[in-house]
């Protein structure tokens, strides 16, 4: 039976992605899943967790270290690639060739223009909105229907409907009917739009990770999706604070590093 969240205040907020920039946060609204009841048993400590790791805005600078990470840690992650700065320069299409590459990549849509960073704008027209997305879908020859509508996080999943704010709901509507699976986010790893740090430490996004998995408030118990940004990796790998996270998950035992195709419907 298909599930329709109707948006109510929750007590966590998302922020949206954006290139080079931070967007606004925004707060999130849905009707409480039943999951998330009071009457329903937290998590055992021990019990499996997934957690899908994915990467918005790029290929930008960074995007060749997470290529090289993902290999060394041999670890699954999920890109959201924008058709513009893929075409933008020979140096950028080389970085989505590595995504394309890779096994342990799988690609998915942010739209061909990124909505020009006008949001509200854009998702006046849903058409628009659906060929934008089905043009770069067709130039990058993305191998999956995934899609990331840009500075939003809503959801479209075959009993799932999730809207963080009205504009884009209806070509989030499109975009599902048009055979794309439309994914958002359970929690964000903010990070300075300038120098591309991330603003939350290890240790906080570890323990947000674990509260939210552990409190069932994610969009399916158990699963987290986690957003982060390739600029956020301009810098390196080695000592970047992914490469702790990742490690730090790894330890746990139970923790499992997924691609979206496994996500449960």
Not at 14 to 29: H, L, M, R
Not at 55 to 68: A, N, V
Not at 72 to 85: A, D, L, T, Y
Not at 206 to 224: N, Q
Request: proline share 5%; with cysteine; net charge negative.
């Amino acid at each position: 039976m298909k599930r329709t969240f109707i948006p109510l205040l929750l007590s966590f907020a998302f922020t949206a992605c954006s290139e080079g920039s931070a967007e606004p946060e925004q707060e999130v609204k849905k009707e409480p899943v039943a999951e998330t009841k009071p009457d329903i048993k937290p998590l055992a400590d021990t019990a499996a967790r997934y957690i899908y790791l994915t990467f918005d805005d790029g290929p930008l600078e960074g995007s060749e270290d997470i290529d090289d990470a993902v290999t060394k840690e041999n670890i699954k992650i999920n890109v959201f690639v924008v058709g513009q700065h893929a075409l933008r320069s020979k140096r950028m299409k080389g970085y989505y060739q590595l995504y394309l590459n890779n096994p342990l990549i799988e690609i998915g849509n942010h739209s061909y223009s990124h909505a020009h960073n006008e949001y509200e704008k854009f998702y006046e027209n849903p058409q628009s909105v659906l060929q934008d997305f089905l043009k770069c879908q067709d130039q990058l020859k993305i191998p999956n229907r995934y899609a990331r509508q840009p500075g939003r996080n809503q959801w479209r999943l075959r009993d799932t409907v999730i809207n963080d704010v009205r504009s884009g709901s209806l070509s989030a509507d499109l975009l599902y009917k048009n055979g794309f699976k439309v994914f958002g986010w359970d929690i964000e790893w903010r990070h300075d739009s300038k120098t591309g740090v991330p603003i939350q430490t290890v240790d906080d996004m570890l323990e947000l990770i674990e509260k939210r998995l552990t409190e069932k408030k994610t969009a399916r118990p158990g699963h987290l999706v986690l957003l982060s940004h390739d600029e956020m990796f301009r810098n390196g790998w080695e000592e970047s604070e992914l490469k702790q996270l990742i490690e730090k998950i790894k330890a746990k035992g139970n923790y499992h590093l997924e691609h979206l195709s496994k996500y449960p419907e």
